[in-house]
Nanobody
């Protein structure tokens, strides 16, 4: 069973930066894609960014230009660099792994709180 462990969340002022990490218990190249999602109170979980096994990246418009997804395959770790944070970015951030179609593996989440 693959385990994903997120870290790096915390409290930051608006305009600040955080870098989230997602450490996998097996090679992240075994998955078709790794991604970052977030869920704010009372809202559905939303996809933010994806990095495929080939290294291609995709972002949703709300974070494009502010967030960057990257990986270190030697460490089996995926990162999310978040800059220019806004109070609306406050949420629990989750790392996910997609095998073919389904996002079958999730981390426990890490809280990000952005104060105004």
């Amino acid at each position: 069973q693959v385990q994903l462990v997120e870290s790096g969340g915390g409290l930051v002022q608006a305009g600040g930066s955080l870098r989230l990490s997602c450490a996998a218990s097996s090679s992240i190249l075994n998955f078709a894609a790794m991604g970052w999602y977030r869920q704010a109170p009372g809202k559905q979980r939303e996809l933010l960014a994806i990095i495929t096994s080939g290294g291609a990246t995709t972002y949703v418009d709300v974070v494009k230009g502010r967030f960057t997804i990257s990986r270190d395959t030697a460490k089996n770790t995926v990162y999310l660099q978040m800059n220019s944070l806004k109070p609306d970015d406050t949420a629990v951030y989750y790392c996910g792994a997609r095998e073919v179609v389904n996002w079958g593996y999730w981390g426990q989440g890490t809280q990000v709180t952005v104060s105004s």
